[in-house]
């Protein structure tokens, strides 16, 4: 069964930058498109930003221009580049398949923007 983890989350002012990390169980990252989710209270999980396996990018307008999404298939690991965080970035972040979640998901990482 496929387990993916999450981390590089953390408390940082506007303005500022976070790596997060993905790490899957088996060498699944690169044979699917995959995906960073961000959860806030009260709102349904939203997909940010979206890699496919062929290579292709796709951001939520709202991640546009600051977020970078990135894969290392030898570490079979997926990264989620956060430049220029505004506090709307505040939420826990996942990754998984997307458009279609390929596992459970994972515990997630909480990222926090504020000075």
């Known amino acids: 069964q496929v387990q993916l983890a999450e981390s590089g989350g953390g408390l940082v002012q506007p303005g500022g930058s976070l790596r997060l990390s993905c790490v899957g169980s088996?060498?699944?990252?690169?044979?699917?498109?995959m995906g960073w989710y961000l959860q806030t209270p009260g709102k349904q999980r939203e997909l940010v930003a979206r890699l496919t396996s062929s290579g292709s990018t796709e951001y939520s307008d709202s991640v546009k221009g600051r977020f970078t999404i990135s894969r290392d298939n030898a570490k079979n690991t997926l990264y989620l580049q956060m430049n220029s965080l505004k506090p709307e970035d505040t939420g826990v972040y996942y990754c998984?398949?997307?458009?279609?979640?390929?596992?459970?998901w994972g515990q997630g990482t909480q990222v926090t923007v504020s000075s």
């Open positions: 998984n398949g997307a458009p279609v979640p390929i596992a459970d």
């Open positions: 088996i060498r699944v990252l690169s044979a699917n498109d």
